[in-house]
């Protein structure tokens, strides 16, 4: 006997009255220079030329993605951060956790598609072109959001079988895989090895392939006999090579651990670095390290 939870509540990052202004104001001022970041990639390689190459294609992708899964979780952050009821919904809060994990996968496997560019560009030049091809890169990045897509269906599928009793109180500051369904009133073993096996498809497989990638990459770039010519060829990896980083790594902390460990603190802060801090950083890498990003703004 038990009885269906209507809607959850959303501890955040801290019940702290004092620093609700103070986060709000932060988080905030992120979201609009995620926003206006962003926006200006998408413009910036959507018309002007010099940025009509399949690496902006991706890019435009990543700052799309960028814009839409921080706006999946801010917000409602920015809502309870002024307001007394910290509730979501039952259908919002799997709502939020269907489209949050439908953006991470896909994000996983766009990062191995400019990976994968940036590989062809530098190990095979001469068949770039062809290789890369229009019709290819669309391919490309239809399958990254239709693996995330699905990806995200699975774990809702599953988490929605589980009976949601009397608990309710969720310790995080949007709804998210591991922590609702901890809040399950029955044995949530089944799930927590699913999530565990499509993390290590999805996140843990692109990575590696990417890291595969990368090796071919350098031994390409130290064949390369002028020092100018290998710094040019590092130089286009940089920017992919700093945003895999930051989105990888917080990633593995939060998903590939053993299923007994609770949700923190930490977990709170490694959410919020791959959701809400890396999309403000995302454009801010791409622009500064891109020197056709930065002739293509000044004209």
């Known amino acids: 006997n038990f009885t269906n939870v209507d809607k959850f509540i959303l501890l955040g990052i801290t019940s702290r009255p004092d620093l609700q202004i103070l986060l709000f104001i932060i988080f905030l001022t992120c979201y609009i220079i ?13 018309v002007h030329p010099r940025l009509s190459t399949p690496m902006y294609f991706f890019l435009r992708n990543l700052s799309s993605l960028d814009i839409c899964f921080t706006s999946s979780v801010v917000p409602k952050m920015l809502i309870n951060y002024l307001s007394v009821d910290k509730s979501i919904s039952f259908n919002a809060c799997f709502t939020q956790l269907f489209i949050h994990l439908a953006l991470g996968g896909t994000e996983c496997i766009l990062l191995l598609s ?5 590989y062809v560009a530098i190990c095979s030049p ?28 699975i774990h809702t599928v599953f988490a929605l079988q589980l009976p949601y009793c009397n608990r309710n ?17 029955a044995d949530a073993s089944l799930n927590k090895t699913v999530l565990f096996i499509l993390a290590m498809i999805v996140a843990v497989a ?3 392939c990417i890291l595969i990638t990368y090796v071919n990459i350098v031994f390409s770039i130290m064949k390369i006999r002028t ?28 998903y590939l651990r053993p299923g007994t460990v609770n949700v923190n603190n930490q977990d709170k802060m490694a959410t919020l670095f791959y959701s809400v801090i890396t999309p403000v950083f995302n454009p801010i890498i791409y622009s500064l390290r891109n020197k056709d990003v930065k002739v293509a703004f000044k004209e």
């Open 34 to 46: 995620t926003l206006v970041g962003n926006i200006i990639i998408i413009w910036l390689s959507s």
């Open 126 to 153: 001469l068949h770039y072109i062809n290789i890369m091809h229009p019709i290819f890169c669309f391919k490309l990045a239809a399958a990254s959001w239709i693996i995330g897509l699905m990806d995200s269906i």
């Open 114 to 118: 400019m990976a994968y560019d940036r």
């Open 227 to 254: 020092t100018k010519g290998r710094i040019k060829a590092f130089s286009t990896c940089g920017s992919h090579v700093i945003v895999v980083t930051l989105f990888y790594g917080t990633i593995f902390f939060m």
């Open 206 to 208: 692109p990575f590696f």
């Open 169 to 185: 109180v969720v310790n995080h500051f949007l709804c998210e895989v591991p922590t609702v369904v901890e809040l399950a009133c």
